[in-house]
């Protein structure tokens, strides 16, 4: 892992190729010292398939040769003193021309009506949205194998590539620490006599570190999706979900240790924030919550940390409580800007109320403490509330009763059973409906449920998706 550390050193090569200041130009080339060229390369290729999931793997490719091209000339004995600031400049110009072999961001065009550093700086700051769904497969050993003994250096790119723009939420460290160590993996079982064996062990070993990967890319995703708070609110709401039975007092100092976590890990270049993090948290989690739910005792008998987490992040919502209705918050607490207590109480208590997936419930609660954050700005905030506050839960109760009629069977039946259901149920409703758009309104309805009706269902895509679903509700 030490190696790993040295790479990460040279994380700031991206922003000083973007900046193309002295200072930066010089741990650019003390990094290329220490690495050499081949793990420089390969730094390169994992983080800029991370910046630019979008783009293809000859893109990615290109950019990374003139990246460490660029380096090797301008950090050689005797360069000229402004290779570096001039190279770095023509880098930038090239990435405007319409014909560019360079992967595009959807701000790039606003950066290139920048001039100089400016536009560096604006280059340096583009952000992909989290890439929600996947899409890597693993191919089979001897796939792998066939592919390793053709071309080790293509097949090392591929990978890297592949792998970094599908799982790119995880910190840098775990994405170089995995691709590092399955290249590995690669190199030793593809030369092995009996390669099978050979990858059953060495995958059991590395199943922490490729976990720990995975997980760490999907909390992180989310939390770029939402950003600090509305995740902070994010996480109430699922663990309301999963142990409505627990109290406020149980839930609200997990959801913002998991909230600390994410914000210090996910962008950190630290080798072991998520690992020494994440096993803290689960302890929390079982000290919390295991006398208060028996699922949750029984993911705490898992026999890691790591598993501990897995068990208790895939928990689905428990049955809702018999409780009595809850109101709006209108005293003046909710105006208090500096403490949520009001807004937490009520998120929580809403939560543990409502059979439904949590992208629906913070998706309609942005708008509702929205209107009540501008009655606390207005002159006469508990007025405001109490004239507000029927409106409001009018279309909460809407939003949640056309959620609730979206989702309905689908956590309570196989994918098969609920599809059947769903079927009868818009046959029902469409008696005149042709056997093809039957189909395809049971097609799409279904696609929608699998993606949405999760408790960890993404964010971003549902976002869009449940607006248009809504419109067609029955």
Same mark, same amino acid.
């Given at each position: 892992?030490?190696?790993?550390?040295?790479?990460?050193?040279?994380?700031?090569?991206?922003?000083?190729?973007?900046?193309?200041?002295?200072?930066?130009?010089?741990?650019?080339?003390?990094?290329?010292?220490?690495?050499?060229?081949?793990?420089?390369?390969?730094?390169?290729?994992?983080?800029?398939?991370?910046?630019?999931?979008?783009?293809?793997?000859?893109?990615?490719?290109?950019?990374?040769?003139?990246?460490?091209?660029?380096?090797?000339?301008?950090?050689?004995?005797?360069?000229?003193?402004?290779?570096?600031?001039?190279?770095?400049?023509?880098?930038?110009?090239?990435?405007?021309?319409?014909?560019?072999?360079?992967?595009?961001?959807?701000?790039?065009?606003?950066?290139?009506?920048?001039?100089?550093?400016?536009?560096?700086?604006?280059?340096?700051?583009?952000?992909?949205?989290?890439?929600?769904?996947?899409?890597?497969?693993?191919?089979?050993?001897?796939?792998?194998?066939?592919?390793?003994?053709?071309?080790?250096?293509?097949?090392?790119?591929?990978?890297?590539?592949?792998?970094?723009?599908?799982?790119?939420?995880?910190?840098?460290?775990?994405?170089?620490?995995?691709?590092?160590?399955?290249?590995?993996?690669?190199?030793?079982?593809?030369?092995?006599?009996?390669?099978?064996?050979?990858?059953?062990?060495?995958?059991?070993?590395?199943?922490?570190?490729?976990?720990?990967?995975?997980?760490?890319?999907?909390?992180?995703?989310?939390?770029?999706?939402?950003?600090?708070?509305?995740?902070?609110?994010?996480?109430?709401?699922?663990?309301?979900?999963?142990?409505?039975?627990?109290?406020?007092?149980?839930?609200?100092?997990?959801?913002?240790?998991?909230?600390?976590?994410?914000?210090?890990?996910?962008?950190?270049?630290?080798?072991?924030?998520?690992?020494?993090?994440?096993?803290?948290?689960?302890?929390?989690?079982?000290?919390?919550?295991?006398?208060?739910?028996?699922?949750?005792?029984?993911?705490?008998?898992?026999?890691?940390?790591?598993?501990?987490?897995?068990?208790?992040?895939?928990?689905?919502? *428990?049955?809702? $409580?018999?409780?009595? #209705?809850? +109101? @709006?918050?209108?005293?003046? /607490?909710?105006?208090?800007?500096?403490?949520? =207590?009001?807004?937490?109480?009520?998120?929580?208590?809403?939560?543990?109320?409502?059979?439904?997936?949590?992208?629906?419930?913070?998706?309609?609660?942005?708008?509702?403490?929205?209107?009540?954050?501008?009655?606390?700005?207005?002159?006469?905030?508990?007025?405001?509330?109490?004239?507000?506050?029927?409106?409001?839960?009018?279309?909460?109760?809407?939003?949640?009763?056309?959620?609730?009629?979206?989702?309905?069977?689908?956590?309570?039946?196989?994918?098969?059973?609920?599809?059947?259901?769903?079927?009868?149920?818009?046959? *029902?409703?469409? $008696?005149?409906?042709? #056997?093809? +758009? @039957?189909?395809?309104?049971? /097609?799409?309805?279904?696609?929608?449920?699998? =993606?949405?009706?999760?408790?960890?269902?993404?964010?971003?895509?549902?976002?869009?998706?449940?607006?248009?679903?809504?419109?067609?509700?029955?």
């Amino acid at each position: 892992m030490k190696g790993i550390l040295v790479l990460l050193l040279a994380v700031t090569f991206v922003h000083a190729l973007e900046r193309g200041r002295d200072y930066e130009k010089d741990k650019v080339c003390k990094e290329l010292a220490n690495l050499g060229k081949d793990d420089f390369a390969s730094l390169s290729m994992v983080l800029y398939s991370r910046k630019f999931p979008s783009g293809t793997f000859e893109q990615i490719s290109h950019l990374v040769k003139e990246v460490v091209s660029l380096t090797e000339t301008c950090c050689a004995e005797g360069a000229d003193p402004d290779c570096y600031d001039r190279r770095t400049s023509a880098l930038s110009a090239r990435s405007c021309e319409k014909d560019s072999p360079f992967p595009v961001h959807p701000g790039t065009a606003e950066c290139c009506t920048r001039e100089g550093l400016e536009r560096k700086l604006c280059m340096a700051t583009l952000r992909h949205q989290p890439q929600e769904f996947p899409t890597y497969v693993e191919p089979t050993n001897d796939e792998i194998c066939e592919a390793f003994r053709k071309d080790p250096k293509d097949f090392a790119e591929q990978f890297m590539y592949e792998y970094s723009i599908n799982y790119g939420q995880a910190p840098l460290s775990l994405l170089v620490g995995y691709t590092k160590s399955y290249l590995s993996m690669v190199g030793s079982c593809c030369t092995s006599p009996n390669p099978t064996i050979c990858f059953l062990k060495e995958r059991r070993q590395m199943k922490h570190l490729s976990l720990l990967t995975t997980m760490s890319n999907r909390v992180c995703s989310q939390y770029a999706a939402y950003g600090k708070e509305k995740s902070r609110l994010s996480h109430l709401i699922k663990l309301a979900q999963k142990v409505p039975t627990a109290e406020l007092e149980d839930v609200l100092p997990l959801a913002e240790e998991i909230n600390t976590v994410l914000s210090k890990c996910c962008e950190s270049t630290s080798e072991d924030c998520m690992a020494k993090e994440l096993p803290e948290y689960t302890v929390k989690i079982c000290d919390n919550l295991s006398t208060k739910d028996s699922k949750f005792k029984d993911c705490c008998l898992e026999k890691t940390p790591m598993d501990v987490f897995v068990c208790t992040y895939f928990m689905p919502a *428990a049955p809702t $409580p018999e409780l009595p #209705a809850i +109101e @709006l918050p209108t005293n003046s /607490d909710v105006c208090d800007k500096g403490n949520t =207590k009001a807004i937490d109480q009520y998120t929580f208590e809403l939560s543990r109320r409502t059979h439904l997936p949590e992208v629906f419930l913070s998706k309609i609660l942005e708008p509702t403490l929205k209107s009540l954050a501008e009655c606390c700005d207005s002159g006469d905030a508990t007025g405001c509330m109490n004239a507000q506050g029927p409106q409001l839960k009018k279309e909460l109760s809407s939003f949640i009763e056309k959620g609730q009629k979206l989702c309905a069977d689908y956590s309570e039946n196989t994918f098969t059973e609920y599809k059947k259901k769903l079927a009868e149920q818009l046959k *029902a409703q469409l $008696p005149d409906a042709s #056997a093809v +758009e @039957l189909q395809g309104l049971i /097609d799409k309805r279904s696609d929608f449920a699998s =993606k949405c009706c999760s408790i960890n269902s993404p964010p971003l895509y549902c976002d869009s998706e449940i607006d248009v679903e809504m419109k067609n509700i029955l």
